[in-house]
């Protein structure tokens, strides 16, 4: 068999039941080491009370290796700790790795739910692909998320709006700096409290355009989820800051002319009371499971949704116009966060002291509704991580 066929067969397969690959047997069985130095529960609740985002992290991870001759292997659930790491590891070269966010969350009488995390998983199998990582099977991925929260549920918090953010990531750690597609590979989850985004109500932001950097070009890696992507956001974003925005626009790397997304979400645009516009996914764009689900929710109300090239030109005559009545932006972090303006060296559209749109709020409230359980889940969106019936 050649290396290719090996590599291919390795990273099958996609639907694994019940299969083997090498000694591995699919789908996965995780073995379980507690942590001997869990945070009490006094402490913990401490946390949980101001968790901010990002910051704190839960007493367990779990890892799954994966080589070329053996696939996937070793699924655990360990103690929360620093990985050892070799200097010579490919991804601390050459920056194969990919990620996911999802969250976690906790529901009136205490069940622990996620969301669309089926799609977080088929993502995380595109992303691969491109990123010359094996696939993860969807199966896999979401047992490893019911994994963590099997043995860190208690730091699901239950105040309004928070949540157990759920961040699985993979890595090349082959020790090798021939520059290839790496053939040993690790896939973590670790999980994070978050707070919630809006504290003090939900407030619209300053967007910073960004006419000097690209976050994608044509064929690159913009609807991968990979580190790289966001590394190169990171200047035009301390640009945005600079000038009083939260968040940076990018321009379709071609052109300059249409909108592709944010630097960590995507766009929308109400026309009117009945119209929704998004940018089409062209393959620069993320492909947002927040995204998709207030397109749905917006064509459920009866909106006209279209998925087409929004120009920077049609943004600043919409406005000017009042064709163009709300933009706001989602993602799984804020959910939908209303965009008052834009600006850049040259620019400013819409009002900075605009408040939310209604129609904005409105979808954002149906969609958290959905999450928290305080809606039926009509589209069969929710996925319960804990054993609760
Ligand atoms: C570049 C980018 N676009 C869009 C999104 C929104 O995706 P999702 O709704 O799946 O969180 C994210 C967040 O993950 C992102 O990083």
């Known amino acids: 068999m050649s290396t290719t066929e090996a590599r291919t067969e390795a990273r099958t397969p996609a639907t694994p039941t019940a299969q083997t690959q090498g000694a591995t047997t699919y789908p996965l069985k995780f073995?379980?080491?507690?942590s001997t130095t869990a945070r009490a529960a006094a402490e913990r609740e401490a946390i949980l009370a101001d968790p901010g985002f990002g910051k704190h992290f839960t007493d367990h991870m779990v890892t799954i290796d994966?080589?070329?001759e053996d696939g996937w292997h070793d699924a655990r659930v360990t103690p929360y700790g620093?990985?050892?790491i070799d200097p010579a590891s490919a991804v601390l070269h050459y920056a194969q790795e990919i990620f996911e966010g999802l969250k976690a969350y906790r529901h009136e009488g205490g069940s622990i739910w996620t969301f669309r995390p089926e799609?977080?998983?088929?993502r995380l199998q595109r992303s691969a692909h491109r990123l010359a990582l094996p696939e993860l099977a969807a199966e896999d991925f979401i047992e490893a998320i019911r994994q963590i929260v099997?043995?860190?549920g208690n730091w699901v918090p239950s105040a309004p709006e928070t949540s157990l953010y759920l961040r699985p990531f993979m890595i090349a750690n082959e020790n090798f700096l021939g520059v290839r597609a790496a053939q040993t590979v690790a896939f973590y989850v670790i999980a994070s409290p978050a707070g919630a985004?809006?504290?003090?109500?939900?407030?619209?932001v300053k967007i910073w355009l960004s006419t000097e950097y690209s976050r994608a070009g044509r064929g690159g890696t913009g609807s991968a989820k990979c580190g790289g992507n966001y590394a190169a956001s990171l200047l035009p974003q301390m640009e945005a800051y600079e000038n009083g925005c939260a968040q940076v626009l990018f321009l379709d790397g071609e052109t300059g002319t249409h909108i592709d997304e944010l630097g960590g979400m995507n766009v929308m645009f109400v026309h009117g009371t009945d119209r929704i516009v998004t940018p089409r996914l062209t393959g620069t764009i993320l492909e947002g499971v927040t995204r998709d689900s207030i397109l749905q929710l917006a064509r459920?109300?009866?909106?006209?949704?279209?998925?087409?090239?929004v120009t920077i030109d049609e943004w600043q005559s919409g406005v000017a116009s009042g064709a163009i009545t709300e933009v706001f932006a989602c993602g799984t972090a804020a959910v939908v966060t209303p965009i008052s303006q834009l600006k850049s060296e040259t620019i400013e559209i819409g009002d900075p002291d605009a408040p939310a749109g209604a129609i904005t709020m409105s979808l954002r409230q149906e969609l958290t509704d959905i999450q928290y359980g305080r809606l039926p889940d009509r589209h069969g969106w929710m996925t319960q991580l804990d054993g609760q019936a």
């Open 150 to 152: 099997a043995v860190d």
């Open 119 to 122: 799609r977080n998983a088929k």
């Open 300 to 309: 459920d109300r009866g909106m006209t949704v279209e998925e087409r090239d």
């Open 66 to 68: 994966w080589g070329i």
């Open 197 to 204: 985004y809006f504290a003090d109500g939900v407030a619209p």
């Open 82 to 84: 620093p990985l050892q």
């Open 31 to 34: 073995t379980l080491t507690p």
